[in-house]
């Protein structure tokens, strides 16, 4: 039997403001407990929330990130339920009337290819705080440290329809968000939070399956292995003619399983209402407008353009845009006169590998591209520059600097090379005759000769024409 | 010269000190003690508070308004040096780590905290018997109430024991105390004075006010405290109230008599302090005007939809977690924590109103009540509308519909209770600003009427309420 | 009567607050008599409109994004019920878990 997949996926994400949400304690992970709080985020009797500008601005900035109609009015109403990390019992969001709705997001499908998958709503609310289950014996221990830190809401449409696409539309969202500044979009530091929808159905079928809910993954490829597995529950079941109940299930990463919550509790009814607290965020059409200009070039349009500005192909325009530290580093080393190709190439080779490892460039675009140069000039070859690159991370040597030092400096003028050709050809005479006389594979010998002759400095780009000029010679 | 203002100027001018001033007021609080109004209060702390005044340098005591002052504070309002109960079990012993800014703003006029004030439990209630720590006397009848629910701020005030007093109104918790114990309460405009520390009840209602033995007390108070406050976003962006100078007269005013606040069957004592108020107006040369406020009668079971609606999500953080009095039912756990804390700590009518809130809330009720009380609150702030566009500057209407009622006449029927709301809580509803002051007595009990202004008129309005105390006698027992 | 005994019990689970069987009768007659009162209101047609009412400033005023927190008179150990390790203790979950 086959079956059409259908998800939807919710995300958090933890926006990158200074301060919280409503109030001005500071916004920062790994503080001591309890220690960046006030009335505001405790809960405290007569504390009041008032909205954090910069909060606005990065989700405005992030809804037309993602094509979504940014609202000029929208209103913040309570989510009302109880939970120890929830100081307020209610938490302050955004219900019937968003900040943004509409958007689309693009990425590449496995399955597909390219496919835009439907942004329904993004909106604005405040985090609760952590329960800690394993540090007090037989109690739960709560830290308000991240009570009231400024989220996004990010929900999609049912568009997608495989485990594969769900975790393709997360990295593309995860890069989008962290282009855009918003967020840092780090699933392990809980910056980012994702809950996913899934049904099955017969293909052709207009009709939604039930659907059941997944959470507790921490990465995208717990997202995908959970979705795998649910997808898997869910056709073994209607398979077996029973039905899918509309449960939420708890992934269990070590196992790889998912079980049902274990409270059977009717769902919640959260009885949202207008927050009496917070008259309506009213923006004006320009300075929505104004956010999005602000914006930077984002990846998609990044790729294009260095597809089209560079000749590079859509994976290396692919690879170098995907962040924009990468992105930036390579056009500076273009722009400091490397040629495009090359810069690439070493961009996404050597200082890659650097930049992952320690999240910088140890090279300054200016000296690779000196050194690139270098290769083009013909001043050193390609694998010598490659032993000049560690010395150039290491310390602050020009390039040419360190290509002479370290003994690499290729001879390309016609009056040495000359000398070593004629050197080599007048030791070797019957060698010589052999090639005139046409056994055209003994050039190798002789570029070889040259090349021990000079150490290795030869330039061998040099070297091969001249040898050719100096062989045809009678 | 207002009781305020002669002490105010006596400590400005070092004919007397703020030292003196705290030994007075320890003095009548221990007096008046068995009116149950004060609560939480110390001659250690009234001293400090004296100190600050009296410590000051005198060029910046000059500056004071309200330097030396005592001023009785409603027990919803938050201060740091002494708890903040609310007149709830859950909150008992709870003192708060920051002060709210009416606070703040009031110290900062030299004005000096006397003590915390009981109140109906978390401001819920018209008669000050819902407190948990007992309830009000009537400084005048200990068996009647002082209404509520700041019958502390206004007991106290009546007794003398303070020149004037903080309170909150949400649906009349100021005017209604201060008609039924013969004094000055003002309501300013939602938005004019700053909620940051006033424990929240009726998000959209609640107002902080004060009380005085006259209007003037009152309104330097208010005055003292009002303004934007960045730390609540209701606040509107206006510069603090400045009064206007005295008037002796109301030539020009056009007061409007609305036709649903005079019923047939208006208490006899109630609509004869009414007709004084109306022949002093024209004698006074204002002009009085019959109008409509054709919704009127809605007013309170609109209230009684959005109070508790919005009370019951302002409570919900009272689940002992945090801070307040903790009690774990049997089974011990979280569940177990959240019902006995909350079922336990707060009184009957509490219980009763985030019951209430919760199921016009909640799933398939929201649109018939909620939603539904939403429109009626808009057509009832149109109603006041329309009647200050048809050419009146003010509104004059009973403030209650009898005096003082006797404790335990209204507790059994929750709303019979509600209906001694019914001539206030329009007001909260439109959150229009209005002052309650004294028009005679009845049988021993005092009479008050209100003025009612559009949004941000109080300095008009009340100028015309101090003329119209000039004029009349309060102490008079009228027919 | 509009609302019965097993609405308080719904709506007492939704506030999380305990009713007794002893008071729950009176409760719900209570309840039932406020509940009557204001759906006095269905008496205004819905086709009767005014423009909405809001309470205070027709929008509201954005804080800027500076770290500048309200400060604590006294840290949360001093009112906690329950306080530990920097934590904020409760019962365990039992009932709750998982939500």
């Known amino acids: 039997m086959t079956w059409e997949t259908v998800i939807g996926l919710e995300v958090h994400a933890q926006l990158l403001t200074k301060s919280k949400m409503f109030c001005g304690c500071a916004n920062k992970f790994g503080a001591p407990p309890n220690t960046l709080v006030c009335p505001v985020c405790l809960g405290l009797p007569g504390a009041l929330p008032v909205p954090n500008e910069q909060a606005i601005r990065l989700a405005t900035q992030a809804a037309r990130a993602l094509g979504c109609t940014v609202h000029p009015r929208s209103i913040f109403a309570r989510k009302n339920y109880f939970y120890p990390d929830l100081p307020k019992g209610y938490q302050i969001s955004q219900f019937d009337q968003p900040l943004a709705t509409g958007g689309t997001i693009w990425c590449e499908s496995p399955e597909r290819g390219r496919i835009g998958i439907g942004v329904t709503r993004l909106h604005l609310e405040e985090d609760a705080g952590k329960s800690l289950h394993d540090r007090l014996p037989g109690k739960t221990a709560i830290d308000l440290n991240r009570a009231g830190t400024p989220l996004v809401e990010i929900v999609s449409e049912p568009d997608l329809r495989s485990p594969a696409e769900a975790r393709a539309y997360l990295t593309t969202l995860k890069q989008i968000l962290v282009y855009a500044e918003v967020s840092d979009c780090n699933m392990e530091e809980g910056s980012l939070r994702v809950d996913a929808n899934i049904s099955i159905r017969r293909p052709g079928d207009s009709k939604l399956g039930t659907k059941a809910e997944v959470k507790n993954m921490n990465s995208f490829a717990n997202v995908e292995r959970a979705l795998i597995v649910e997808h898997d529950r869910q056709v073994a079941l209607l398979e077996s003619g029973g039905r899918v109940e509309q449960v939420t299930m708890l992934f269990n990463a070590a196992a790889g399983t998912v079980k049902p919550m274990r409270s059977k509790e009717e769902s919640h009814d959260y009885r949202y209402f207008p927050d009496p607290d917070l008259p309506p965020l009213v923006l004006t059409p320009k300075w929505i407008e104004e956010q999005h200009a602000a914006l930077p070039e984002l990846p998609e349009p990044k790729r294009e353009r260095f597809m089209t500005r560079y000749a590079i192909t859509a994976y290396d325009a692919g690879v170098l845009a995907a962040e924009r530290p990468v992105a930036d580093y390579f056009e500076s080393v273009v722009g400091a006169g490397a040629e495009a190709k090359a810069a690439a190439n070493w961009v996404m080779g050597e200082a890659m590998s650097g930049y992952n490892e320690t999240g910088r460039f140890g090279v300054s675009a200016e000296r690779l591209s000196k050194l690139i140069g270098l290769v083009k000039e013909g001043v050193v070859s390609l694998q010598a520059a490659k032993r000049v690159y560690p010395e150039l991370v290491a310390g602050n040597e020009e390039p040419r600097a360190v290509a002479d030092r370290l003994g690499l400096i290729q001879v390309g003028d016609a009056n040495t090379l000359g000398a070593w050709v004629a050197e080599v050809l007048a030791a070797n005479p019957s060698e010589v005759e052999r090639f005139r006389g046409g056994e055209a594979k003994l050039m190798g010998f002789f570029v070889g000769l040259v090349m021990k002759k000079s150490g290795g400095k030869a330039d061998p780009k040099a070297l091969q024409p001249l040898l050719t000029e100096k062989l045809r010679k009678k | 010269m207002s009781a305020v203002e002669s002490a105010a100027s006596g400590v400005r001018e070092g004919r007397t000190t703020a030292a003196a001033a705290a030994k007075e007021v320890a003095s009548r609080l221990e007096k008046t003690a068995a009116l149950n109004a004060s609560l939480n209060w110390s001659a250690e702390r009234l001293e400090a508070e004296a100190a600050r005044v009296d410590g000051a340098t005198p060029s910046d005591r000059a500056k004071m308004p309200l330097a030396g002052v005592p001023i009785a504070v409603k027990d919803n309002i938050v201060t740091t040096e002494q708890p903040t109960t609310c007149g709830s079990r859950i909150l008992e012993g709870y003192v708060s780590p920051f002060n709210a800014t009416v606070i703040n703003r009031l110290r900062a006029a030299g004005a000096m905290i006397a003590c915390k004030a009981n109140l109906d439990e978390f401001a819920m209630g018209s008669s000050t018997e819902h407190s948990a720590f007992g309830r009000v006397m009537h400084p005048d009848d200990p068996s009647c109430v002082p209404g509520g629910s700041s019958g502390g701020s206004a007991a106290l005030v009546a007794a003398g024991a303070v020149p004037a007093a903080l309170g909150s109104e949400t649906g009349g918790s100021v005017r209604q105390p201060a008609s039924f114990c013969g004094i000055v309460g003002i309501k300013p405009s939602y938005g004019r004075v700053s909620r940051y520390g006033l424990v929240a009840f009726g998000s959209s209602l609640d107002a902080v006010s004060s009380f005085g033995r006259t209007v003037d007390d009152a309104a330097r108070v208010l005055a003292a405290m009002s303004g934007h406050d960045p730390l609540d976003a209701t606040t509107i962006a206006q510069p603090p109230l400045v009064l206007d100078p005295p008037r002796r007269d109301l030539k020009g005013l056009t007061i409007g008599l609305p036709a649903e606040y005079f019923p047939r069957d208006l208490h006899k004592g109630v609509r004869a302090g009414l007709d004084r108020a109306i022949k002093a107006i024209k004698d006074l040369g204002g002009t009085i005007k019959e109008v409509s406020l054709p919704h009127t009668r809605y007013a309170v079971p609109t209230y009684y939809i959005i109070a508790p609606a919005e009370a019951a999500a302002n409570l919900a953080r009272y689940d002992g977690v945090r801070y307040g009095q903790r009690r774990v039912g049997p089974a011990g756990d979280l569940r177990a924590l959240y019902q006995a804390t909350r079922g336990q700590g707060f009184g009957a009518e509490v219980r009763r109103r985030i019951l209430i809130g919760t199921y016009v809330l909640s799933s398939g009720y929201y649109d018939a009540y909620y939603r539904k009380a939403q429109q009626v609150r808009a057509l009832l702030a149109e109603d006041f509308r329309r009647a200050f566009d048809a050419g009146c500057d003010m509104l004059l209407t009973p403030t209650t519909p009898t005096p003082a009622f006797k404790a335990g006449e209204k507790t059994e029927d929750p709303v019979a209770m509600y209906l001694a709301d019914i001539f206030v809580c329009p007001v909260n509803l439109a959150g229009l600003p209005a002052v309650s002051f004294p028009v005679g007595r009845s049988e021993g009990l005092p009479l008050g009427a209100q003025l009612i202004a559009p949004n941000f008129a109080e300095a008009r309005m009340l100028s015309a309420a101090a003329a119209l105390e000039a004029a009349l006698d309060a102490a008079a027992e009228v027919r | ?99």
Not at chain 3, 46 to 60: H, I, R, S, T
Request: avoid cysteine; charge should be negative; proline fraction near 12%.
């Open chain 3, 1 to 99: 009567m509009s609302i019965g005994r097993e609405d308080v019990l719904h709506v007492a689970k939704l506030a999380e607050l305990a009713v007794s069987d002893e008071e729950l009768p009176k409760l719900t007659e209570q309840l039932g008599r406020i509940v009557d009162y204001v759906a006095q209101l269905n008496e205004v047609p819905a086709g009767e409109q005014a423009p909405p009412y809001l309470a205070g400033p027709d929008k509201v005023t954005l804080r800027p994004d500076v770290v500048a927190p309200v400060p604590l008179a006294r840290p949360p150990a001093d009112f906690a019920p329950e306080f530990s390790q920097g934590l904020f203790a409760v019962p365990r979950l039992g009932a709750m878990e998982d939500q």
